[in-house]
């Protein structure tokens, strides 16, 4: 009986752990029922009734009929009570968009051959070519200090520049005189440009991300793209888009604005049929200057001239910013950050029917418009943005800290600073890898919503950890604002990365996860497509596919989850060797325990989850570190498996690994039903949790990297831009760096002729002198240290201005 005991058992767990289908299940209980019963040594009649009962069990869940009337229509019934009302622009934001990697790591197998032999990242030469070329003119023109201090705005040489040549129209196509870059080459062109200033990216960026040329391009008629897209291309046109109020903020769904349907006067003609519209609107970018206002609102047809319905939803709408009524000009100031932002205004602004975007038949359509363009608007511009300000503060910070001396010992050589360089290079190298893996899945046509949301708040996130560092590795020089700095306007203005598309703690607690859960998972939103499906019987038909599924879909991970717990994933097969494969056995083994975690968690708290906030951000950061992860080891294999950037591998996977561990853990240790969590643990960490982040030794290694030139340091910042001229502060620290090294065996001759008295002045000039005089340096070498004190002085002093000059904002 024992033996039999262990035989089902066994049995049972192969065909979970292989995602049997209901036919084998049945076909096993077949077997198994009537071996243990009479292994039970039961009556005759006892054993009669346990094969009528199995038969009867057997015939209910293998005849689809019969399952379909007698178990999944009944679950359906219930299902439909308790599943939680979903507004429409909640429903709306859930359809938008599309699944990519996310779905397979929700899958609790990805597939990692499919994943690896997605093409690698890259620009044509043309794109190449403009990033060379256009937009190194342009971040040679910009000088952050006079646009945040001096000018608060771009001069208007960089502006005509941007305009003229197309910056405004990356992603317009070149039918209507755009650029029609790639997703991959508007990042590129955003993290150089962002490199040099942020105020100066998001100028670019915005006009090319969620707005009115994006919302024309796939939702404009003819004549709106026609009238507006050329002139959009070169600038002629400048748009902003204006969702944003008081009283709406990350609700935005909750806008106020509202438009009649009416009859009014236009361009001189009486009883045209058009809308009044009225909206307070605040934080939009451009809106100063802008020419054309993209607006959200609300539509309303009281007299039912369009049709029976009243309320119309969230339509949008392209007004010339000339047209009367409407309010623009006045500023908003983000952080000393000079891009232009500011309110918008209008009261009862009669605009005609062909101002709706879409035209009649989009009206209503707003939000769903507005969520399938942030999907993809929202994977480009934060994510390369913000990799294009860790850029700088990683390859300034490595500089500076072997270029800045303190005890006689470059600082960045002490632990405590080498630990905070660690961790900037290594954010660079995993926020680097998301934001190229997500461009690229853009350019395959996807929508990436939850993986949108994953970089766009990871990016920014690292990007703030990596700013913070860099600020404190720089000690007073990063704090001191001036033309010599190039930190502080970044530090300054990372929150407003943090606040915008979407405010960070909101995408973390209700998108990722919230989201994620139901659009990246592989049945639930096609069990609650089925529930909302009048048609009952394709709902029943649906409902018992998904039902189904997701049961051996569930068990299947659960067992999963055990199983390489226990042997610590040793046994999954992956398509690589080391040094990466078991890293891919650790995501797959935490993609099966992901999967399991979110089915309990949506099985146990049901619409409850929506409101736990903080168990969703939580295991939406497990999924969000598995896709960090993931774009780390796909950017390892894309670059050739290079043996020089191995520790940058190894630091990005192993804190990734340990945050995913962590973020289990605070998932299990705050779950609201005990006895769920506690086999929960038992089912993802049988063995306990013994992972551990990155060491000292990889650390070391991956500080070392910034800390002197070379490749991996130049991979590491390439598609930044770097002055190469000395009297700019990048270029100064650049060449001092250089120098520092290729000095270091004169720095020696000095120290030793100073230990031996030989030279006796304090000052490092003066020493040089005397050590030329004595015969210990030639002057061509006397020369050069003069060059590198005069480079070091340069990057280690910091501006300081006259009262009056500050007075003058000078
Ligand atoms: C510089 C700048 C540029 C901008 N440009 C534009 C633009 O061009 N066009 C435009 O339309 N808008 C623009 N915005 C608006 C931007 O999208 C909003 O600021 C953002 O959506 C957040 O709204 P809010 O600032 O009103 O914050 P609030 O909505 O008041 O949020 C305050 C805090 O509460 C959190 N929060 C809110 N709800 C939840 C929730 N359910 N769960 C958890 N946390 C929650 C938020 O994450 C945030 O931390 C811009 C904003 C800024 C600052």
Not at 619 to 636: E, H, I, N
Request: charged letters at 20%; hydrophobic letters at 45%.
């Amino acid at each position: 009986m024992a033996i039999l005991l262990v035989v089902a058992l066994v049995v049972a767990l192969l065909l979970a752990f292989f995602r049997s289908s209901i036919w084998g299940w049945l076909t096993a209980l077949a077997v198994l029922v009537p071996m243990l019963a009479m292994a039970g040594r039961i009556s005759d009649e006892a054993l009669k009734t346990v094969i009528i009962l199995l038969g009867i069990f057997i015939a209910v869940f293998g005849i689809p009929f019969l399952r379909r009337l007698l178990v999944s229509g009944f679950i359906l019934k219930i299902f439909r009570k308790i599943l939680p009302q979903v507004s429409q622009t909640e429903q709306e934001a859930l359809d938008a968009g599309t699944v990519g990697w996310d779905g397979e790591l929700f899958s609790g197998n990805p597939h990692w051959k499919q994943f690896l032999a997605l093409p690698k990242a890259g620009i044509s030469e043309r794109e190449q070519a403009f990033l060379d070329n256009e937009v190194d003119q342009l971040c040679a023109m910009l000088d952050d200090w006079d646009i945040s201090h001096v000018r608060q705005d771009l001069s208007p040489q960089a502006w005509q520049f941007i305009k003229d040549q197309g910056f405004f129209g990356m992603i317009i196509p070149k039918a209507y005189g755009g650029l029609e870059f790639s997703a991959q080459a508007q990042s590129a062109v955003v993290t150089k440009v962002a490199s040099r200033s942020g105020s100066a990216a998001v100028t670019v960026m915005v006009p090319n991300s969620l707005g009115p040329a994006e919302l024309l391009l796939h939702y404009g008629t003819q004549a709106q793209k026609d009238q507006y897209l050329r002139r959009l291309a070169c600038g002629e046109e400048i748009p902003c888009f204006a969702l944003t109020g008081p009283f709406a903020g990350s609700d935005a769904g909750s806008i106020p604005d509202a438009g009649i349907v009416c009859r009014g006067e236009f361009g001189g003609q009486q009883n045209v049929l058009g809308v009044r519209v009225t909206w307070e609107k605040r934080y939009i970018t451009l809106a100063p200057v802008a020419t054309l206002l993209g607006l959200a609102f609300k539509l309303f047809d009281p007299d039912k001239l369009l049709s029976e319905q009243v309320e119309r939803g969230i339509t949008l709408a392209l007004i010339p910013t000339d047209t009367p009524g409407v309010n623009v000009g006045r500023r908003h100031l983000p952080l000393n950050s000079a891009f232009l932002n500011g309110p918008t205004t209008g009261t009862d602004v009669f605009i005609p029917l062909d101002y709706i975007i879409g035209g009649a038949e989009r009206i209503g359509h707003g939000w769903r418009m507005l969520m399938e363009c942030l999907a993809a608007g929202r994977s480009i511009s934060l994510p390369a943005s913000s990799t294009g300000g860790v850029k700088l503060a990683a390859r300034s910070s490595g500089a500076y800290c072997r270029v800045r001396k303190q005890f006689h010992v470059p600082v960045g050589k002490f632990e405590g600073v080498e630990e905070a360089l660690t961790r900037i290079a290594g954010h660079l190298y995993v926020i680097d890898a998301a934001r190229t893996l997500t461009a690229q899945a853009v350019d395959r046509g996807e929508k990436p919503s939850v993986i949108s949301a994953i970089v766009k708040y990871h990016c920014t996130e690292r990007g703030r950890m990596v700013i913070n560092d860099a600020m404190d590795v720089h000690g007073g020089k990063g704090i001191c604002l001036g033309p010599d700095n190039y930190l502080g306007r970044a530090y300054q203005q990372t929150p407003i990365g943090i606040t915008v598309e979407g405010a960070n703690i909101l995408t973390r607690s209700l998108i990722i996860f919230g989201q994620g859960a139901v659009r990246s998972h592989p049945y639930v939103l096609r069990e609650m497509h089925a529930a909302h499906d009048p048609d009952t019987k394709r709902a029943v038909h649906e409902f018992d596919a998904a039902l189904f599924g997701h049961i051996s879909f569930s068990m299947s991970n659960a067992v999963r989850s055990l199983v390489y717990g226990l042997t610590g994933g040793l046994v999954i097969g992956v398509p690589t060797e080391q040094p990466t494969k078991r890293y891919y056995q650790a995501l797959t083994r935490y993609s099966a325990a992901f999967a399991f975690a979110a089915d309990v968690s949506m099985l146990v708290l049901g619409g409850e989850l929506k409101r736990r906030e903080k168990l969703s951000a939580r295991l939406g950061d497990v999924l969000s570190q598995m896709y960090l992860c993931s774009a780390v080891l796909k950017r390892f294999e894309d670059d050739g498996r290079l043996e020089s950037d191995l520790p940058l591998l190894h630091w990005g996977m192993q804190d990734g690994l340990y945050r995913i561990q962590l973020a289990f853990d605070s998932v299990l240790q705050n779950f609201p039903n005990r006895a769920a969590s506690l086999m929960l643990r038992a089912m993802i960490f049988p063995l306990g949790q013994w992972r551990k982040p990155p060491d000292d030794h990889i650390g070391h290694q991956v500080a070392s990297l910034l800390l002197k030139p070379g490749e991996v340091r130049d991979r590491l910042t390439a598609g930044m831009y770097i002055s190469r001229d000395e009297n700019d502060a990048i270029g100064a620290l650049e060449a001092s760096l250089a120098s520092t090294l290729a000095c270091e065996p004169l720095q020696a001759v000095l120290e030793k002729a100073r230990k031996e008295g030989k030279i006796k002045s304090r000052e490092e000039m003066q020493q040089i002198v005397e050590a030329r005089e004595q015969g210990l340096i030639d002057s061509e070498q006397a020369l050069q240290l003069q060059r590198d004190y005069a480079l070091r002085r340069k990057v280690i002093m910091v501006d300081d201005f006259a009262a009056e000059e500050l007075r003058a904002g000078k």
